[in-house]
């Protein structure tokens, strides 16, 4: 079967934007001063102009909405109005940021929406994956959140989710409370192998396969360790690439206490003793939520692409005395990475990536 490759790959996301963790209204963050909007239009514009006009499906994710036209949707009902405007109405959802993708291009693709909680990112791909695939089209595969709006503040907050405290503590470590909330925009063009060739595209990295699989234990926890390690080890062992092969487990870990334990155990067990780190983003970017494995993937395939293996930020003092547990950036000369996604409700993903 023809591989699926990548061609193309954008993001907007506290790395590239540079900003830093701080506190909004109380609240751990990593914000980036754009609206969701322009954060999405910003992130597509970086994928190359003839990928787009020659895009044929178009998945495009978001877990948000757009707070200021959320706001007047209220503002109306207060104010004794029967209705808001439909284009207020539809911003809100984030359906015109859809259509705004494509309204430059001489384009009309099919459109898709994937929500899967924390693991839509991967779980879009793997929908692209089919579509590229089955229907032998150019697929650009994005997602994006603004997590820090009043609203998403108040929510994940309710839950218990969010670090409290003066001082926060990155993924793996022994004093995390919970995530920060993040911001951001990714977007990646996918093909067979076959297509980019014929387009004159340099492919950049092969998706080796994904799978995703759900198995609901409790509305908010993870699933059980066992059940993610069958996964993965599925996930390897129906791709090309043997555990000898990775150099890096691309952590989906958010610095809940939870969490973060069940994956490094998961980890334990499909990698046992083998010099193969494990870091999490999520201690330089935060919880970016929807878009979280495409911006993660994005900086895994750049990292390995310089011979680097990014560190848990923000990580004071480790769960466990296990090196590979990364404070700092590490070099490697091998090419493939697992990457991780799990959402509420038992929704998991798992991928295995090797850079051309």
């Not at 909007?37 to 909405?65: H, N, V, W, Y």
């Not at 692209?128 to 709006?149: E, R, Y």
Request: with cysteine.
């Amino acid at each position: 079967m023809d591989k699926i490759v990548i061609v193309a790959t954008s993001t907007v996301d506290p790395i590239t934007e540079n900003t830093s963790l701080d506190k909004i209204k109380g609240y751990w963050c990593f914000d980036i001063p754009m609206s969701f909007g322009d954060m999405a239009r910003k992130s597509i514009e970086g994928i190359p102009i003839d990928m787009r006009q020659k895009m044929q499906s178009l998945i495009f994710c978001t877990l948000s909405s757009d707070e200021k036209s959320r706001a007047q949707i209220y503002t109306d009902i207060a104010n004794g109005k029967s209705r808001s405007k439909p284009s207020t109405v539809l911003e809100a959802a984030g359906l015109n940021t859809r259509i705004s993708l494509c309204g430059d291009l001489d384009v009309n693709p099919d459109i898709y929406n994937v929500q899967a909680a924390c693991a839509t990112g991967l779980k879009a791909l793997e929908l692209g994956m089919m579509t590229a695939i089955l229907k032998n089209q150019v697929v650009i595969v994005g997602a994006c959140d603004k997590m820090t709006t009043d609203f998403n503040l108040t929510f994940f907050n309710s839950l218990g989710a969010i670090a409290k405290g003066e001082i926060f503590t990155g993924p793996f470590d022994k004093n995390r409370s919970g995530f920060s909330m993040g911001v951001g925009a990714a977007f990646v063009t996918i093909c067979t192998e076959t297509k980019a060739k014929e387009n004159g595209w340099q492919p950049i990295a092969y998706i080796d396969n994904i799978i995703s699989c759900t198995k609901p234990v409790h509305p908010t926890n993870p699933s059980d360790i066992e059940f993610i390690a069958s996964l993965v080890q599925r996930c390897l062992d129906e791709s090309s690439i043997s555990i000898d092969q990775i150099a890096h487990w691309n952590a989906h870990a958010t610095c809940t206490p939870m969490g973060d334990d069940l994956e490094y155990q998961t980890y334990l067990k499909i990698v046992g003793e083998k010099d193969i780190p494990i870091s999490s983003l999520k201690g330089r970017i935060g919880h970016t939520m929807g878009p979280s494995a495409l911006i993660e993937t994005i900086h895994g395939i750049r990292g390995l692409q310089d011979c680097k293996i990014f560190a848990n930020d923000l990580l004071k003092d480790p769960v466990v005395d296990d090196q590979r547990i990364l404070k700092k950036p590490v070099t490697t000369k091998k090419k493939s990475f697992i990457k991780t996604s799990f959402g509420f409700g038992g929704r998991n993903s798992v991928a295995v990536f090797t850079i051309l």
